[in-house]
C-alpha cells in the first residue's frame, strides 16, 4: 500500500512539471510608479533587490521557480503582492489610493514586515534582506512623496473615504 501512495505521489510530481505556469512578465510600464513620482537611482536599487518581484508587473524568477509546486507557490505569492501594492500600476490609482499605498508601505518597512521572512528564508535573496539604512532610506522616501503629493494637491483629495460600517 505504502508503494502504490508513493508511486502515485511520484507520478503527480513528475507530472505537474509540464503544467505551463504563467509568469508574471508584462513588462508595462504606463502606470509605473516611476512615471510620476522620482526614484533616485539608490532607492530605485533598493526597490529593484527587495520589493520587485513580488510588487511589480516584471518578476525575475529563481532558477527553483522551474520546480513545481515551487513554481505555483511563488506565483501564487507574487500575485498576492501585487494585489496589495503594484509599483508598475501605481499611477493608475486614485491620488488618495496612492498616497494611502506610501504611508504603508512606511509602515510595513519600519515595522519589519517587509519584506516578508518566506522571501529571505535560507539566504535565497539576501539583496532582499534590508539593513536599517536601506529601510530608513525607503521610509524617508515614501514621506517625501506624500509631502510632494500634499504640496500640490487639496488635503481632501488625499483622504481615504471611510469605509461603510458593515451591516449586521
Known amino acids: ?32 510608479i516611476s512615471q510620476n513620482y522620482q526614484v533616485p537611482d539608490h532607492v530605485s ?17 529563481p532558477w527553483y521557480s522551474k520546480v513545481q509546486p515551487i513554481g505555483f507557490w511563488l506565483n501564487q505569492h507574487t500575485n498576492e ?22 504611508e504603508e508601505i512606511i509602515e510595513m518597512v519600519e515595522e519589519k514586515e517587509m519584506p516578508l521572512p518566506s522571501y529571505t528564508y535560507l539566504g535565497l535573496h539576501p539583496e532582499a534582506n534590508l539593513s536599517d539604512a536601506n529601510r530608513k532610506v525607503l521610509v524617508d522616501w515614501a514621506k517625501e512623496q506624500m509631502a510632494l503629493l500634499a504640496a500640490t494637491h487639496p488635503a481632501d483629495s488625499l483622504k481615504m473615504k471611510p469605509r461603510p460600517a458593515a451591516s449586521e
Open 45 to 61: 536599487t533598493i526597490l529593484q533587490g527587495a520589493c520587485n518581484d513580488c510588487h511589480t508587473n516584471m518578476t525575475t524568477y
Open 81 to 102: 503582492g501585487k494585489e496589495h501594492l503594484n509599483f508598475s500600476e501605481f499611477t493608475s490609482l486614485p491620488l488618495r489610493v496612492q498616497n494611502h499605498k506610501f
Open 1 to 32: 500500500m505504502i508503494k502504490k501512495i508513493t508511486f502515485a505521489v511520484l507520478i503527480i510530481l513528475v507530472g505537474i512539471q509540464f503544467v505551463p505556469m504563467q509568469k508574471n512578465d508584462s513588462g508595462t510600464q504606463t502606470f509605473d
